[in-house]
Nanobody, 126 residues
């Protein structure tokens, strides 16, 4: 059974930084894509960043390019999302997701991901 547990969310002022983490058990990164999604109040959940099973190919939604970085620590089996230059519009619940079906070209199609965490809240104030 795959278990994903997010942590590291919190409140920060605009321009600040946060790193959220996703502790992974029951799944190895080489098995498939990993991704971060977010859902703001009143909006649909949407992809933010993804990383392929080799840990080399990364993908970002346009609004976070140049500000966010996705990485994984194989020894700790932990996925990270480093968020810099945060903006109020980055405020959302952030979810970690794992795919056992897709290994490369990791898109933000939520149906590609079959395991999800419970989320961690990120709030950016102006």
């Amino acid at each position: 059974q795959v278990l994903l547990v997010e942590s590291g969310g919190g409140s920060v002022q605009a321009g600040g930084s946060l790193r959220v983490s996703c502790a992974v058990s029951g799944h190895t990164f080489s098995r498939g894509c990993m991704a971060w999604f977010r859902q703001a109040p009143g909006k649909e959940r949407a992809g933010v960043a993804s990383i392929d099973s080799d840990g080399e190919g990364t993908f970002f939604t346009d609004s976070v390019k140049g500000r966010f970085t996705i990485s994984q620590d194989n020894a700790k089996n932990t996925l990270y999302l480093q968020m810099n230059s945060l903006k109020p519009e980055d405020t959302a619940m952030y979810y970690c997701a794992a795919s056992s079906m897709v290994r490369g070209w990791c898109t933000f199609d939520q149906y590609d991901y079959d395991s999800w965490g419970q989320g961690t809240q990120v709030t950016v104030s102006s």
